[in-house]
């Protein structure tokens, strides 16, 4: 059976009257005559949101990942949907209170396995798969993630079933309505100094991706994709690696036209489709694999993104011992075998 077919007679089984609310045109382009959208998710109107305190953003530029966090509340026992609601609203409450328009994270899915609309107009663009609702849930990303808060904290507990099955099903929704693969799915500490989604959740990442692959019917892009624009370490190590092969560019944490002149250079000579995105025809070309004793941008690469990730090295493109000692810390958090030796895994734990 044919992936949209089977979606399309998912679709037609029977879903809430939320979920079929389609075709509400946006700014960001056409409304698709039909939704995709296979998962039941409360709308804010239906758990009592009050209404955002200044007007919703959306973004003509669609989303490219997803991030996945924790709430960090305790594990509640109560999987009621009264429950599920009362989160969101209290949600919406302290994000307020701390100064958000709205509730930072498009979706949030309660550990009774209830899907809520976070952020007003969520719902809406997923369902039109166009466009992007402007966020608050990790920094640097409001603008092209989506973000998925999971009610509980998984440092130690791991999430129960009904949560992880919607959120299976939530993802396989995103990545198909703005069509991204599920390699683009990853956690808040990806992206910032933290412990969320809670080292259980965060080791499940990888099997997610599968899930969400399978439900799909796709496979997983070895190599993550960075799109012009994107900001940050990723960034920051994306031009490292291009200098490393000759690019004059400077290292600003900033993907912007010269960085994108840069990888479409990259791309000429190394004979890859001339496109200016980051994604994985790119990288496996441009990773070299450092060791002790290696010098150079690509050694810096690795140290500046060790040096985010709060791991003790300083950036000077000398790999001595320090830089060592951090990439076996690094392998062993990662479960990768430890040699330290930056190679092809190494480079995609740290490109992620
Ligand atoms: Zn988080």
């Known amino acids: 059976m044919s992936h949209s077919l089977s979606r399309r007679t998912l679709f037609g089984a029977g879903l809430s009257a939320a979920a079929v609310v389609v075709g509400v045109p946006l700014s960001g382009g056409p409304a698709r005559a039909t939704s995709l959208v296979t998962v039941d998710i409360i709308p804010t109107g239906v758990w009592g949101a009050v209404p955002p305190s200044e007007a919703i953003t959306v973004l003509s530029t669609p989303p490219n990942k997803i991030i996945v966090h924790h709430t960090a509340h305790p594990n509640t026992t109560d999987l009621s949907r009264a429950r599920a609601e009362s989160l969101a609203r209290e949600i919406q409450r302290d994000h307020m209170a701390r100064g958000f328009i709205d509730t930072g994270q498009h979706?949030?899915?309660?550990?009774?396995?209830?899907?809520?609309?976070?952020?007003?107009?969520?719902?809406?663009?997923?369902?039109?798969?166009?466009?992007?609702?402007?966020?608050?849930?990790?920094?640097?990303?409001?603008?092209?993630?989506?973000?998925?808060?999971?009610?509980?904290?998984?440092?130690?507990?791991?999430?129960?079933?009904?949560?992880?099955?919607?959120?299976?099903?939530?993802?396989?929704?995103?990545?198909?309505?703005?069509?991204?693969?599920?390699?683009?799915?990853?956690?808040?500490?990806?992206?910032?100094?933290?412990?969320?989604?809670?080292?259980?959740?965060?080791?499940?990442?990888?099997?997610?991706?599968?899930?969400?692959?399978?439900?799909?019917?796709?496979?997983?892009d070895p190599w993550p994709t960075f799109p012009s624009g994107t900001s940050g370490q990723h960034a920051r190590t994306i031009q490292y690696l291009l200098r490393q092969h000759g690019a004059t560019i400077t290292v600003d944490g900033s993907f912007g036209p010269a960085t994108a002149t840069a990888v479409r250079d990259f791309q000429t000579r190394n004979g890859l489709a001339v496109n200016g995105v980051f994604g994985p025809p790119v990288w496996p070309v441009l990773i070299v694999t450092v060791r002790n004793g290696s010098t150079g941008p690509a050694v810096e690469a690795v140290q500046s993104s060790l040096a985010s990730r709060g791991y003790t090295v300083s950036v000077d493109g000398q790999f001595g011992p320090n830089t060592e000692a951090a990439v076996r810390a690094f392998q062993t958090d990662r479960g990768l075998s430890v040699d330290g030796v930056v190679g092809p895994q190494s480079w995609i734990a740290l490109a992620s």
């Open 107 to 220: 979706f949030t899915i309660s550990r009774g396995g209830y899907v809520l609309e976070g952020r007003h107009r969520s719902l809406e663009v997923l369902q039109a798969g166009s466009g992007h609702v402007s966020s608050a849930h990790t920094t640097g990303q409001n603008n092209e993630a989506v973000g998925i808060e999971n009610e509980g904290t998984y440092t130690s507990a791991t999430p129960p079933a009904v949560l992880y099955s919607q959120l299976v099903a939530l993802c396989a929704d995103i990545c198909q309505a703005w069509s991204f693969n599920p390699r683009q799915i990853y956690g808040h500490r990806d992206f910032a100094a933290t412990e969320c989604p809670g080292g259980v959740l965060y080791g499940r990442l990888a099997t997610l991706r599968n899930d969400v692959a399978a439900r799909l019917g796709v496979t997983v």
